[in-house]
């Protein structure tokens, strides 16, 4: 029993040491700008059916099944730590090409409301709510990572279907995240 739990304990120190290390190497460098024609002017998500949607005026160009918070199903976000993704009408800020995943776009929550909420519970609402890959490193996974809700609260893709995104979705697009 003792050497099954050394090695569980060295397996779990090599996994988390090889994250750790992948984080720091990055993602590589991001795509180009897609073509004007092809860029999304909005983005809507529905947690429910774990589907993400890119629009151009309201015709859906790109959709990608997508993993959320540990706790998506709970609710809309209200707290730091919560582990749920946000619900409501957001923009896409900045972005981020050396992210500890792959490449990751930062969603404005929290709105003030969002603030003015966590604010009325004497609790602080969180942040650094993303649209990324998968964890560097972890790319292997592709499409299973889907399986589970995995993030802090993150809206999650593969890399290949993360790199679409980065090169459709500009910065200050709008992004509604429905239950």
């Known amino acids: 029993m003792r050497k099954k739990l050394i090695a569980l304990a060295i397996v779990i120190v090599s996994l988390f040491t090889y994250t750790k290390l992948m984080a720091r190497i990055g993602s590589g460098s991001p795509p180009p700008d897609a073509p004007l024609a092809q860029q999304a002017d909005s983005i809507r998500v529905y947690k429910s059916e774990r589907r993400m949607v890119l629009l151009k005026g309201d015709v859906p160009i790109s959709t990608y099944r997508i993993s959320l918070g540990k706790a998506a199903d709970a609710g809309p976000k209200q707290r730091e730590g919560d582990e749920k ?26 709105s003030p409301d969002d603030q003015r909420n966590a604010a009325a519970g004497s609790f602080p609402p969180g942040g650094n709510i993303m649209i990324h890959g998968l964890p560097n490193g972890w790319g292997l996974f592709r499409q299973a990572h889907r399986l589970w809700d995995w993030t802090d609260g993150c809206i999650a893709v593969t890399n290949a279907e993360m790199r679409d995104i980065w090169a459709r979705v500009p910065d200050h697009t709008p992004i509604d995240i429905m239950p």
């Open 85 to 110: 993704t946000p619900e409501g009408h957001y923009e896409i800020d900045w972005r981020n090409p050396k992210s500890m995943a792959h490449l990751s776009l930062h969603i404005s929550y929290p």
